[in-house]
């Protein structure tokens, strides 16, 4: 069995009083193998909060997955922004995380769905680049036989119903038709703090087959949206995948009511 801890949107510059250090400790019980990590470890994209994030994840001494956010990049600094948005965060992850693990039995690779600007007045929406599709299909292409296959994105490829006022990311479909070619199971997302997961409907409509797609909370950030912090733990198994979200109360993490996929030729089907 594979374990992998999926935190996200730590904010580090708005935290909960006492949520890291009980995220330490929860991640060390859960013991995974990896941490993945789906973007905006900052609030405001400063160095100190990079600097806070690095030390956090470098304290997990675990092999880390991870990709910015929106919250990432420079914030009020528009030549940074525009200019180099991305510098601040490659030097704080420089030698403490990565885009791609490839772990026993399963390969994740992550892509940045972030951007400095968009076509519409909200900044925080995501995007992918049609380059970045051909990346990812390449980057699968050469996965284990048998090997489980996961996205790593920090913007949602199908926002849940109760957040209608989030988009899903822009050519969302593109990457994930594309991904359906190369047996791709699951996609592990952020940016809403709200955890839960459901399936892609246009892949099931269009390809027959069914993809995951999965949502973390907010583990650590005091920014919450009607739910406790919370991370995901996923077990990856020989033709099955537990899917179990720990929740923060009374100051510890606690593992919650697990949800059970059985993988067959179709993709992923909730088990009976």
Not at 144 to 164: C, I, N, S, Y
Not at 165 to 177: C, G, K, N, T, Y
Not at 242 to 253: E, I, Q
Request: proline share 7%; no cysteine.
């Amino acid at each position: 069995m594979t374990r992998i801890a999926h935190i996200s949107d730590l904010h580090f510059g708005a935290l909960e009083p006492g949520a890291v250090g009980a995220l330490g400790r929860a991640i060390a019980d859960a013991a995974p193998v990896a941490v993945v990590a789906s973007g905006d470890l900052t609030m405001r994209g400063r160095p100190r909060e990079f600097a806070e994030a690095a030390a956090f994840l470098r304290s997990l001494a675990l092999p880390i997955l991870a990709i910015p956010g929106n919250h990432d990049m420079a914030y009020w600094n528009l030549a940074a922004r525009f200019g180099a948005p991305w510098r601040r965060y490659l030097g704080a992850v420089e030698g403490v995380a990565s885009d791609e693990l490839l772990l026993p039995g399963a390969q994740l690779v992550g892509v940045n769905t972030s951007r400095p600007l968009g076509p519409h007045w909200n900044w925080s929406h995501g995007a992918l680049s049609l380059a970045q599709a051909r990346r990812v299909e390449a980057a699968f292409a050469e996965s284990p036989p048998g090997a489980w296959r996961g996205l790593v994105a920090h913007h949602p490829f199908q926002p849940p119903q109760e957040t209608r006022q989030f988009r899903p990311v822009r050519r969302a479909r593109s990457m994930l038709e594309a991904l359906a070619k190369r047996s791709i199971d699951f996609v592990l997302a952020g940016h809403l703090h709200r955890t839960g997961w459901v399936f892609s409907a246009h892949i099931e409509r269009a390809f027959g087959r069914s993809v995951l797609l999965i949502q973390a909370s907010t583990a650590t950030s005091s920014r919450r949206r009607d739910q406790p912090n919370a991370f995901n733990v996923l077990d990856l198994s020989d033709g099955a995948l537990t899917l179990t979200p720990w929740a923060l109360r009374d100051g510890s993490f606690a593992p919650g009511e697990p949800a059970r996929f059985i993988r067959g030729e179709r993709g992923l089907r909730t088990a009976p």
